[in-house]
């Protein structure tokens, strides 16, 4: 195939070459320049043209490195960003980006107490400038499914295979940090430099999932439980503030209590029942008791 596109190639650049010489003859004998001149500028014309046809310019567009291919082998250099001269005869350049990309990958997991978990997580990176050519040459183009995403996956099995499933969600920075120290020491043999890595989300079993939602009600209700058992115990112990506190109350009274305030309490009744009486007296009496015999004074 690549013959069959040479020989193409060949035969409409001789037929270009063929075509100027033929119009700069014609454009000197109409003018009817000097021999001198005429093969002068026919030699001018025809390099002008072979560079034309031939085209050695390649534009790099931005973000990108142009990896050139020489005879289908790959050659160590990198051309930069902009306009670059290269041999358009035997010279193949393919631009490959070198920016920021973003992957994102779920990957399955063990716990340290063998608990299952899904985890999603992602990865910026950007590939080194200055090695893009040897990065293709050992990987290719499909670097990320083959390289990056099995890296991310064996990484983080191995950071959070340290911890117990309960403790993932709460150190979930320290299992990043750890996973993170692992790809980029994975990835840098492949010049593929690490930005930002995250973890997006821990997806447990239904199964743990039911578990925790289980021991979160039982709290809750031991909770609850103790909460009412301390209320009794308080309510116990201001009753039993309040009955010692009228008991002392009435010991203290019983204490104040004298003969003589006993006899003051009975004169004063006396005093207040006298000050009550109207001074009238019944006139008989019922049963056994003695009558009054109600005397008038004459007149």
Same mark, same amino acid.
């Not at 709460?170 to 320290?174: L, N, P, Q, S």
């Not at 750890?178 to 994975?186: D, G, N, P, Y």
């Given at each position: 195939m690549?013959?069959v596109?040479?020989?193409e190639f060949f035969i409409?650049?001789?037929c270009f070459i063929?075509?100027?010489?033929?119009?700069w003859?014609f454009f000197?004998?109409?003018i009817?320049?000097?021999?001198s001149?005429? =093969?002068?500028?026919?030699?001018?014309?025809?390099f002008?043209?072979?560079?034309?046809?031939l085209?050695p310019f390649?534009?790099?567009?931005g973000?990108?490195?142009?990896?050139? $291919?020489?005879?289908g082998?790959?050659?160590?250099i990198?051309?930069?960003e902009?306009?670059?001269?290269v041999?358009?005869?035997?010279?193949?350049v393919?631009?490959?980006?070198?920016?920021?990309?973003k992957l994102q990958?779920?990957?399955?997991s063990?716990?340290?107490?063998? +608990?299952?978990?899904?985890?999603?997580s992602?990865?910026?990176?950007?590939?080194?400038?200055?090695?893009?050519?040897?990065?293709? +040459?050992?990987?290719?183009?499909n670097y990320?499914?083959?390289i990056?995403?099995? $890296?991310?996956?064996e990484?983080?099995?191995a950071?959070?295979?340290?911890?117990?499933i309960?403790? #993932?969600t709460? =150190?979930?920075?320290?299992v990043?940090d750890?996973?993170?120290?692992?790809?980029?020491? =994975?990835?840098?043999?492949?010049?593929i430099?690490?930005?930002d890595?995250s973890i997006?989300n821990f997806?447990?079993?239904?199964?743990?999932?039911?578990?925790?939602?289980?021991?979160?009600?039982?709290?809750?209700?031991?909770e609850q439980a103790?909460?009412?058992?301390?209320?009794?115990q308080?309510d116990?112990?201001?009753a039993?503030?309040?009955?010692?506190?009228?008991?002392?109350?009435?010991k203290?009274?019983?204490?104040?209590?004298?003969e003589g305030?006993?006899?003051?309490?009975?004169?004063e009744?006396q005093? #207040?029942?006298?000050?009550?009486?109207d001074?009238?007296?019944?006139?008989y009496?019922?049963?056994n008791s003695?009558?009054?015999?109600?005397?008038?004074?004459?007149?």
């Open positions: 690549a013959l596109l040479w020989y409409k650049f001789i063929g075509d100027s010489v033929f119009c003859n000197a004998r109409q009817d320049l000097p021999k001149w005429f =093969k002068l500028g026919g030699g001018a014309f025809s002008l043209a072979l560079v034309v046809a085209n390649y534009i790099v567009e973000g990108h490195r142009g990896i050139v $291919t020489k005879l082998a790959i050659q160590n990198e051309l930069e902009g306009l670059n001269i041999n358009p005869l035997f010279d193949h393919e631009q490959w980006d070198v920016r920021v990309f990958v779920k990957s399955p063990a716990s340290l107490d063998l +608990q299952t978990i899904q985890t999603e992602a990865l910026n990176y950007h590939v080194d400038p200055s090695n893009a050519a040897e990065l293709k +040459q050992k990987v290719g183009l990320a499914d083959i990056i995403a099995p $890296t991310i996956q990484s983080l099995k950071a959070t295979a340290k911890y117990p309960q403790e #993932l709460a =150190k979930r920075a320290i990043r750890e996973a993170k120290a692992l790809i980029v020491a =994975k990835l840098a043999p492949y010049y430099k690490v930005d890595y997006l997806d447990f079993s239904d199964k743990f999932e039911a578990a925790i939602e289980a021991k979160q009600i039982s709290e809750q209700r031991s103790k909460f009412e058992l301390e209320k009794v308080i116990s112990q201001q039993l503030a309040r009955a010692q506190a009228e008991a002392e109350g009435l203290a009274q019983r204490e104040q209590i004298t305030l006993l006899e003051l309490r009975r004169i009744n005093r #207040l029942a006298i000050d009550k009486w001074g009238s007296v019944p006139t009496m019922m049963g003695t009558p009054f015999i109600q005397m008038t004074t004459g007149k």
